[in-house]
T-cell receptor, first 118, second 113 residues
Framework: KQEVTQIPAALSVPEGENLVLNCSFTDSAIYNLQWFRQDPGKGLTSLLLIQSSQREQTSGRLNASLDKSSGRSTLYIAASQPGDSATYLCAVRPGILYSGGGADGLTFGKGTHLIIQP | NAGVTQTPKFQVLKTGQSMTLQCAQDMNHEYMSWYRQDPGMGLRLIHYSVGAGITDQGEVPNGYNVSRSTTEDFPLRLLSAAPSQTSVYFC????????????FGSGTRLTVV
């Protein structure tokens, strides 16, 4: 059974700092990995997706890396801002997927609750 | 706007009542799934579908039924609601392919009293 762990569970830092959020997973046979953002009482917004064959993806101040063999991903946030305050979720998709069949659905970590102090 | 639409947004049920949470997507996605989110437990997969007519169980399927008669719709049925099913429910959809991720609906907040 796939298990996803996110460290730290919570983080509070002053604005302007560069941050690293960690995600680890136990089964390296993944299809892809997604990082999401969730604001309080809201839905999930996809930030970055890394395919199983990729090493990293970048979007603006966000950079996500993937080391599938060691079961690790990191989300790097550069020059943090108060608007970055949210819960960040890591999720993996199983590697058993084919047209019209296979296992699917995401396995999530419990998230990192991030507060950026003005 | 294209996306995943969930209805209702809020619902209060009495123990033993049944109801259906609706989920519809207009992106012609093959894959759809349902999750529940509980404090301290994170998001957990309830059921998923890899195409019309094909569904399977996730991590926490007990007490829930699904069907997928069309590509667009994937309703979640609570047969006899229990207080333990109080949660926020999310539906999501995706295309097949390594470069595609899941798009989530805005959620249904369900309280069972």
């Amino acid at each position: 059974k796939q298990e996803v762990t996110q460290i730290p569970a919570a983080l509070s830092v002053p604005e302007g700092e560069n941050l690293v959020l960690n995600c680890s997973f136990t089964d390296s046979a993944i299809y892809n990995l997604q990082w999401f953002r969730q604001d309080p009482g809201k839905g999930l917004t996809s930030l970055l997706l890394i395919q199983s064959s990729q090493r990293e993806q970048t979007s603006g101040r966000l950079n996500a890396s993937l080391d599938k063999s060691s079961g690790r991903s990191t989300l790097y946030i550069a020059a943090s801002q108060p608007g970055d305050s949210a819960t960040y979720l890591c999720a993996v998709r199983p590697g058993i997927l084919y047209s019209g069949g296979g296992a699917d659905g995401l396995t999530f970590g419990k998230g990192t609750h991030l507060i950026i102090q003005p | 706007n294209a996306g995943v639409t969930q209805t209702p947004k809020f619902q209060v049920l009495k123990t033993g009542q049944s109801m259906t949470l609706q989920c519809a997507q207009d992106m012609n996605h093959e894959y759809m799934s349902w999750y529940r989110q509980d404090p301290g437990m994170g998001l957990r997969l309830i059921h998923y579908s890899v195409g019309a007519g094909i569904t399977d169980q996730g991590e926490v399927p007990n007490g829930y039924n699904v069907s997928r008669s069309t590509t667009e719709d994937f309703p979640l049925r609570l047969l006899s609601a229990a207080p333990s099913q109080t949660s926020v429910y999310f539906c999501a959809s995706s295309r097949q392919g390594y470069s595609y991720g899941y798009t989530f609906g805005s959620g249904t907040r369900l309280t069972v009293v």
